[in-house]
């Protein structure tokens, strides 16, 4: 009898402690939790100069993050998970054209010391240079409007390696803010060239006469071409120029394949392959 | 006499080379002066097969006459260089005769180097890429792709050994060979002097 109260009382002892160990672990957390909330408050304070906006009660942790304009100068959430502050200043690169005399200088000073290697890298530069005037030269000659659609200044982009792999290529946009697009890549020295000159030059690539008609070949102002249409990114007008060039129209919303050829027909593009040294 | 030959021969060439890459500078120079930059980066594309070719004839120079029993020969050394279009540099040199041979093989700014590089660093797509007869190993410290492969009709091993270094690709290729072997002949070359040429 003796032994079974021991036992009971041990084990009332043993539950209580638990118990209390439950309650105390819970109330730490809760210190530990208030403790590191006032602390992730104190860091936000200190870098943005203002209260963190606690908007989603829940967690009280990721507030911040649902919002994310007012988030990009504290980012530090109070978990301690995210205190990596986002940039949100800063100017970026500057586009310099490499310069393509110095760049011929240096190039001939290597060579002259056998640096072949350091001379490469400068040619390359110097190539670089030359390419990006060519591209921007181009894009300077390309019309206002396409098709009734207007250039959006911001996609206009020249691209060079230099030294081959994707060659030259110059894109510009034209659309009407709501849903027609015109893209216009012109590539130059580009793996491209292979594909579409396969197009044309393989008889293997018959044209259908039957079922869903998906390409064609066309001729654009005289460029013999390749016009393709698509469900979901509409028509693309490929025409080849002379021995290494190539201009990709990319038509969204485009009514029709003569709309598309006569919009493609307002670019200059006897002018391009003189820029390109095409014949 | 035949040396003194080899040697006439190997600086006519060199000065015929420099010729061309100062007549192609001239052009460069005169062109875009002059704002035909097409003419001007024709030109540019010319001086960079002139310098892969110089950097060539640097390697070959670098590479060993003769890798285990094999020699070469060096009439059947092979130069390409086509900066301009993608196709990098290109230097192939041959030892012995068949069916016992072997091939070092040097590509330069190619796009072919990325396929490799991204096997030997990145370990997850290593691992997809399991492969019995494949295995890594290093060549005077470079992470290097061995493959081996038996001919089918003679049952004989061959065995071909990929380096990636930065820009250049060093590939050897030995024919009824063994893994020692071509190691060794592979250890025989003088990588980063090769990378230093081509860097």
């Known amino acids: ?42 860091i936000d304070n200190l870098f943005s100069g203002k209260k963190k906006n606690q908007n989603s009660g829940t967690n009280g942790t990721n507030g911040g993050n649902a919002n994310g304009q007012s988030n990009t ?16 200043s800063g100017g970026g690169l500057i586009s310099t054209p490499p310069d393509v005399k110095q760049n011929l200088v240096d190039a001939e000073t290597a ?46 982009q020249v691209t060079s390696t230099g030294y081959g792999w994707a060659g030259l290529t110059i894109h510009r946009e034209y659309n009407d803010t709501k849903d027609k ?14 594909g579409v000159n396969a197009y044309l030059t393989n008889g293997g690539y018959a044209q259908q006469t039957n079922g869903q008609q998906n390409w064609k070949q066309t001729k654009v102002k005289g460029n013999r071409a390749i016009i393709e249409y698509d469900e979901s990114s509409g028509y693309k007008l490929s025409v080849p120029l002379g021995q290494s060039s190539l201009i990709v129209y990319e038509g969204v919303n485009i009514a029709s394949e003569g709309d598309m050829i006569k919009a493609a027909e307002g670019l200059d593009i006897d002018g ?8 | 006499m035949k040396k003194l030959l080899y040697i006439l021969l190997v600086i006519a060439a060199s000065t015929a080379s420099a010729q061309e890459f100062d007549k192609n500078l001239t052009t460069a120079r005169s062109s875009y002066g002059s704002g035909d930059l097409e003419n001007a980066r024709f030109a540019m594309e010319q001086m960079l097969r002139d310098l892969d070719m ?25 130069l390409t260089g086509g900066s301009g279009y993608g196709g990098g540099l290109y230097v192939q040199r041959h030892y012995g005769v068949d069916p016992k041979s072997g091939q070092i093989e040097i590509i330069n700014n190619s796009p072919l180097i990325n396929s490799i590089q991204a096997i030997l660093t990145t370990p997850i797509l290593g691992g997809m890429m399991r492969d019995e007869n494949q295995k890594q190993v290093k060549i005077q410290g470079y992470k290097s792709l061995l493959t ?20 250049t690709l060093v590939t050897v290729r030995m024919e009824d060979s063994n893994e020692a072997e071509i190691v060794a002949a592979a250890n025989g070359i003088q990588l980063a002097k090769i990378v230093a040429i081509a860097q």
Do not use: C
Not at chain 1, 73 to 88: A, I, R, Y
């Open chain 1, 181 to 194: 697009e015109i893209r216009v890549t012109i590539a130059n020295n580009s793996a491209w060239m292979a």
């Open chain 2, 54 to 78: 110089a950097i060539g004839k640097e390697i070959l120079k670098l590479l060993p006459t003769q890798i285990g029993s094999l020699k070469t020969d060096e009439k059947k050394d092979n």
């Open chain 1, 111 to 156: 060579y002259k010391k056998s640096s072949y290697g350091e001379a490469r890298y400068a040619v390359q530069q110097a190539m670089l240079g030359v390419e990006l005037e060519i591209g921007n030269n181009i894009l300077k000659s390309l019309p206002e409007s396409l098709g009734g659609l207007k250039k959006q200044v911001d996609a206009d």
């Open chain 1, 272 to 279: 391009i392959k003189k820029q390109l040294g095409e014949q």
């Open chain 1, 1 to 42: 009898m003796k032994a079974k109260l021991i036992l009971v009382a041990a084990a009332t002892i043993l539950l209580s402690y638990t118990g209390h160990a439950q309650v105390g672990n819970r109330l730490k957390n809760k210190v530990a939790g208030k403790g590191e909330q006032k602390a992730g408050e104190a």
């Open chain 2, 148 to 167: 081996k492969t038996v001919n089918s009709e003679t049952a004989k091993t061959n065995y071909e050994l990929q380096i990636p270094m930065n820009n």
């Open chain 1, 73 to 88: 100068g504290s980012s530090s959430g109070s978990n301690g998970s995210n205190n990596n502050p986002s940039n949100n």
